[in-house]
């Protein structure tokens, strides 16, 4: 049987000499922090790493860098998405109307400047013909045709191109929007009408262009057909509009600008007919019988559907009278919720 001090000195751990029992309790803690730190420093660095989107406060530490792994990505792809609401930035905003005016007046009074110009100035020039017989009214091609008219009105049918372009897909929208007031049966044709018109109207713009650029002086033959296309897209667009603006507006009560607007289309494109008649009368007996100012009546005829065509375009001052043209930033789905919740003006 042992002595009772030995069987003390088995069950307890001996300090070194000359060490205390408290500093050797303070040691064991210390192995015992140190040896959890390395758990803890893995689950904050794991939080960190993951953008604080998983909890790790009750996960084991070994198991923190599968925890990170596993949660890692999809906290990236948060971190990627597009915040729900961005600002929307109005970098221009101007009168739809004033815009149209300025359009649609351009070429009128650039051609009026031309006439007169050119017939005070250049009498001569612009008067030749190749059956040299006597008129008094030259034709739109041989005013714009001589120097420096040419210059002006080349310049002032670009300037006038420009918003043609926009207008027609804004009228495209316009028709589009009105779809829904019809029966389901007329949909289809209906709007394949409203395509039609987009490409007739795309059509007369680019053959505008092309007779301005391209005169009678420098290759008539190309002058010629492009003319034709002109007068044809031109007159197919206004029977077009309005057979349109009769289907979505049938049964319908107007207010009195689009009662107006409708009233002069059918006034210009019957005006239009009516000189297309006149033109291709008087262009007969110009160029194969050389009658005296046979060509006057052809050039009257010519401003007449000039004119008309003008003022046609010029009837979108009562579709559009409170419109804006906006040139703004955002997102595509905010925008649309934006301005859904804006008051529409009619």
Not at 28 to 55: I, K, L, W, Y
Not at 176 to 195: D, F, G, M
Not at 240 to 249: D, E, Q, R, V
Not at 275 to 301: E, M, N, P
């Amino acid at each position: 049987m042992l002595p009772s001090n030995m069987k003390k000195s088995n069950s307890t751990t001996t300090a070194p000499a000359g060490t205390s029992p408290a500093t050797t309790a303070s040691a064991d803690s210390v192995a015992t922090t140190s040896t959890a730190a390395p758990a803890s420093a893995a689950a904050s660095n794991a939080r960190s790493n993951s953008g604080e989107c998983g909890d790790f406060a009750a996960a084991p530490a070994y198991d923190a860098s599968k925890q990170q792994q596993e949660l890692t990505p999809s906290c990236k792809e948060q971190k990627l998405q597009p915040p729900d609401e961005q600002p929307i930035a109005i970098h221009y905003l101007a009168s739809f109307h004033e815009i149209c005016v300025v359009t649609a007046l351009l070429p009128l009074v650039t051609l009026f400047t031309c006439f007169v110009t050119a017939y005070v100035f250049q009498y001569d020039d612009v008067h030749e013909t190749h059956c040299r017989v006597y008129n008094i009214i030259p034709s739109i091609s041989a005013i714009t045709g001589v120097s420096p008219q040419r210059y002006f009105w080349r310049f002032s049918i670009a300037l006038h191109i420009g918003p043609r372009i926009p207008i027609a897909f804004v009228y495209k929208n316009y028709y589009r929007a009105q779809l829904n007031r019809l029966a389901p049966s007329l949909v289809p044709k209906t709007s394949w009408l409203i395509t039609l018109i987009l490409v007739l109207n795309c059509i007369e713009i680019a053959a505008l262009g092309g007779v301005t650029y391209i005169s009678n002086r420098e290759n008539y033959p190309v002058h010629e057909r492009i003319f034709i296309t002109f007068m044809v897209c031109s007159l197919c667009y206004m029977l077009a509009t309005i057979k349109l603006n009769s289907i979505l507006n049938a049964r319908q009560t107007l207010n009195a600008q689009q009662l107006q607007s409708i009233k002069w289309k059918k006034i210009l494109f019957v005006a239009s007919i009516l000189s297309t008649i006149g033109l291709l009368v008087f262009f007969a007996k110009h160029r194969f019988y050389c009658h005296d100012l046979a060509f006057s009546w052809f050039a009257f005829f010519e401003y007449l559907i000039a004119i008309a065509n003008m003022l046609f375009h010029f009837t979108i001052i009562w579709d559009f009278p409170s419109q804006y043209m906006l040139i703004v930033q955002g997102p595509r789905e905010n925008l649309t919720q934006y301005l859904g919740t804006k008051p529409k003006v009619n």
